[in-house]
């Protein structure tokens, strides 16, 4: 998206009249304008040249702002601190200073013909012996200073009626008009004054034309408009608050190593590869990796978490951060604009520069607001004139009808909500990446969570350890990491850095031996002192040790019910006999289950998935408390569940892994966790930078009283013109006597703008991690999934994707809604791919990672098109696009050392 800076607009109607002007460009696909930070963003291949001037035609000015998007690595620090300040600069309040002056001078002449027109015309306040007694000479003062006023604000008029003469009447034309009409028409009653003394008229006489001026009401029009324009204005600097902080935090030098020298240069000359150093206090200058030293980083400025977060080396810094306690040398990954802090600024700034779809009804009124103000004041003036032939009294009426209508309120409504709902989010580690996404998120009835990485952890851990009798714990742990040390299986690495977070140093091993797919089996060596010196240590499942061991029946039945709670218990014996049992999972992060019992406060349906076998899919399911599982699911698979539960309600993803990529570009809502790949960061319309999976009911929160607060801007708008728009034009005179003064028209129009902009304000208090329990009311239709099973009656458990909690009903609804036509012809294309799968019985396979290994080795065959592999039931349901011989695909496994028994 290239992004331009707009000068000249005052109102909707003249953001209205800039898209429309740029959305006729060719090669135009998108044009998005915003009132709030002048901006204009524009997506398509036209040239730059043209769209300048179709803005300049419409009677605006653009120019192109610096490309903070470039990415090219090889440069990207190049200028990077020019662009951010190009940015800053952009951001910055230049609007309220003009205005203070503007109102102090206006102010000023404004009071003193105050107190000519009303002091002394309506209370007899003193004048100078000139003007007491002397009408004309009252009137020409006020003239004077009237001008005055109305030439310090002359911005109104040249803008106003520019706008006119491009066909495009904006909010400065109605204010110029109003102003404009008032001081015609007092400089007509002025002339009628000279003339009815030219006649003779006594001074008396003339006097109660003085009742007929409006001098005063053509200053104070423009002076009041000017007020709330400063009032708006400073308001409006305060929404770009949080964005323009995060400009602030970019530091300006970095210090590098050149030639085993540190030396201080600015951040713009550092490039991929420099190693730079930071000391305790000091921020880190650009992304990067610790090559050397240990300390804690106050990472808040980026994530909103407080908590300092402990690095050493190989662990990942970010530029903005504070180093606060030890010394490190890290080296540079990301520079310039690709840093976390740019990607996280460029975010924020486009967000700023899209369209929420809620604003599109404000931009159609906005469109038509200004013609249709003008028209309904020219009815009035008609209208009054004919029904109390009083021209005074007509003009009153249609001015108040100009100065009061305000189409900036309309225009404000959706972009001061979003720009502050965006900071906020930015502030607490949640990115909205248009405001789009920031409308849409409030709005899901379905989330589908990725289960790995996003439920749990990612990362296999012990969670349980249940030794035999007259072993303890720790003798346990270490006889079994002493086996699996040498072991590459991640089931093996889990007990081994479990041994090592406890101190625990494995036991000495000799003769190590991986058996194909089973287990793992070594010497103990004799130097334990254990007496145990040449006794065999052996691991592995259930199935493997109860086929060479004698497993008692309370170990079958913990290992039973180890794997019904979704872990991987693994066996170990020393000689013959059977020492302990040690569990391992993908644990659950801590706030897996109270995020997810939130979501479902929120009157939200919660979707797992996971490519995982049903036995474990269920048994984290249940534990997290998500209202259904989906197991068994490839990436492909995803996207599909997903594309059936939008059809059942707006539904959002939220994964992190390049396999959630697809179902993350295809949700209405994509999720994405900051810690994950780039690749799903990229497919997402939400990120979230603290990979908390309690950020997202915090985001959902935010959406939704972004949502409110745009729904009250909206009304307040509409309803302050509705109401007060047939007032001004007397439509209540003749009933109630109600009418309204051009000058209180002009300061409730001037005070409109003010208060959409301070209730967008509000959101700032707003506390989107506070949960209130039981504040929405729960979906009890909720969506109940059922995947197609396309696997063999042998297989159907292991690889069953139905529903947790449901049960398989031939009468209940298809995920796709088909009808009988649509089931024939599926259930058709089903028996043709039957032809075309093989199962595979497969022995050795232990755990989730297995299945992984397997499924990757025969899907990497160029004739099959997948696999689904389960470790519970032994097996491998294998679909091909062409016959493939059997021997091939036996290679394939047992190259992973594991044994392929038969393949029907």
């Known amino acids: 998206m290239e992004q331009y800076s707009i000068t000249g607009m005052s109102c909707a109607a003249c953001q209205a009249r800039v898209e429309k002007a740029v959305s006729k460009v060719p090669g135009v696909t998108q044009c998005a304008v915003s009132l709030l930070t002048n901006s204009m963003g524009v997506e398509g291949d036209a040239d730059e040249k043209d769209i300048i001037r179709a803005v300049q035609d419409a009677g605006y000015g653009a120019v192109k702002r610096g490309d903070v998007a470039s990415r090219d690595s090889a440069g990207a620090g190049s200028g990077a601190q020019d662009r951010l300040a190009m940015e800053e600069e952009a951001l910055a309040d230049h609007e309220t200073p003009v205005l203070r002056k503007r109102l102090i001078s206006s102010v000023a002449f404004l009071l ?3 107190y000519v027109s009303m002091g002394h015309g309506m209370w007899g306040w003193p004048v100078g012996s000139f003007l007491t007694g002397n009408p004309i000479g009252t009137a020409l003062l006020e003239a004077v200073l009237a001008i005055i006023v109305m030439i310090i604000n002359r911005k109104f008029f040249v803008s106003g009626f520019r706008s006119l003469l491009h066909l495009s009447p904006n909010m400065d034309t109605l204010v110029a008009m109003g102003s404009g009409v008032s001081y015609a028409w ?18 008396g006489e003339i006097h109660h034309y003085l009742h007929d001026l409006y001098f005063e009401s053509a200053a104070m029009i423009v002076t009041l408009i000017t007020i709330g324009k400063m009032l708006e204005s400073m308001s409006k600097g305060r929404t770009t608050d949080a964005l323009k902080s995060l400009m602030k935090l970019s530091p300006k030098t970095a210090v590098v190593e050149r030639g085993g020298v540190e030396t201080e240069v600015s951040i713009d000359e550092v490039r991929v590869g420099d190693v730079f150093v930071v000391r305790p206090g000091d921020s880190i200058p650009v992304d990067g990796v610790v090559v050397e030293g240990l300390s804690a980083v106050n990472e808040s400025a980026l994530t909103g978490e407080s908590v300092p977060v402990d690095k050493q080396t190989g662990s990942n810094v970010s530029a903005a951060t504070i180093n606060q306690s030890g010394f490190l040398r890290c080296r540079a990954s990301r520079v310039g604009s690709d840093t976390t802090l740019s990607q996280i600024i460029r975010m924020v700034s486009d967000a700023a520069a899209t369209k929420a779809p809620v604003a599109k009804a404000a931009d159609r009124v906005s469109a038509v607001f200004v013609p249709a103000v003008m028209v309904i004041a020219a009815i009035t003036f008609t209208v009054w004139i004919i029904v109390s032939r009083d021209m005074s009294f007509s003009l009153a009426r249609a001015i108040s009808v100009l100065v009061i209508s305000c189409p900036c309120a309309l225009g404000l409504a959706t972009p001061v909500a979003i720009m502050v709902g965006n900071g906020m989010g930015a502030k607490n ?3 909205f990446k248009t405001a789009s996404a920031l409308e849409m998120a409030g709005r899901t009835r379905i989330i589908a969570l990725d289960k790995t990485g996003t439920i749990t952890s990612g990362e296999m851990r012990v969670t349980d350890m249940l030794p035999a009798q007259g ?3 720790e ?3 270490e006889l079994a990491a002493g086996v699996e040390k040498q072991s590459e299986h991640p089931l093996a690495a889990a007990v081994v850095r479990e041994a090592q977070n406890r101190g625990i140093e494995p036991a000495e091993v000799k003769d190590f031996m991986a058996l194909p797919g089973s287990g793992v089996r070594a010497e103990l060596a004799p130097v334990n002192g254990s007496g145990h010196g040449g006794a065999a240590l052996t691991g592995g499942s259930l199935k493997h040790m109860s086929e060479h061991f004698s497993v008692s029946d309370r170990m079958r039945r913990e290992s039973d019910r180890l794997s019904e709670e979704g872990r991987t218990p693994l066996l170990f014996a020393l000689g013959e006999d059977i020492i302990g049992i040690i569990a391992v999972a993908d644990t659950m992060k801590e706030d897996s289950p109270k995020a997810i019992s939130e979501l479902k406060d929120l009157g939200i349906h919660v979707v797992m998935l996971t490519g995982d076998n049903e036995r474990t899919a269920r048994a984290i399911g249940a534990q997290a408390g998500v209202d259904e599982v989906v197991a068994g699911v490839l990436p492909d698979g995803k996207e599909a569940v997903i594309c059936s539960l939008m059809e059942k309600g707006r539904t959002a993803m939220v994964g992190d892994g390049i396999n959630d990529a697809p179902a993350l570009t295809r949700a209405d809502t994509g999720i994405a966790i900051g810690a994950g790949t780039d690749v799903a960061i990229d497919s997402a319309d939400v990120v979230l930078m603290n990979s908390r999976l309690s950020d997202v009911p915090a985001a959902i929160r935010l959406s939704r009283q972004t949502l409110k607060n745009i ?24 009933s109630f006597g109600l009418k309204l003064n051009p000058m209180i028209g002009a300061a409730a129009m001037s005070l409109s703008s003010f208060c959409v902009v301070m209730n967008a304000l509000r959101l700032n208090l707003f506390d989107m991690h506070k949960h209130k329990s039981g504040s929405h009311s729960r979906h009890t239709d909720a969506v109940k999934i059922q995947v197609q099973d396309k696997q063999s009656a042998e297989t159907k458990q292991a690889f069953g994707t139905q529903a947790a909690g449901s049960q398989p009903d031939t009468s209940s609804e298809d995920i796709s809604g088909n009808n009988s036509e649509t089931v024939q012809r599926e259930q058709k294309q089903k028996e043709e791919k039957e032809a075309m799968t093989k199962t595979m019985k497969i022995e050795g396979m232990m755990c989730e990672h297995c299945e992984a290994r397997v499924k990757k080795a025969l899907e990497a065959v160029s004739q099959v098109e997948s696999a689904n592999v389960s470790h519970t039931a032994g097996c491998a349901v294998v679909t091909m696009s062409e016959a493939v011989d059997d021997a091939v695909l036996k290679k394939a496994v047992e190259d992973q050392d594991y044994k392929v028994l038969d393949i029907a």
């Open 429 to 431: 580690g949640i990115l």
């Open 711 to 734: 729904h009250e801007n909206l009304f307040w708008a509409f309803f302050y013109n509705a109401v007060l728009i047939p007032v001004a034009a007397g439509a209540w005179y003749s």
């Open 475 to 477: 003798k346990l742990l």
């Open 186 to 203: 007092s400089m007509a009653v002025l002339f009628a004054m000279t003339r009815a003394s030219a006649n003779g008229q006594s001074a």
């Open 112 to 114: 003193a013909l105050m």
């Open 471 to 473: 072993i303890s714990e």
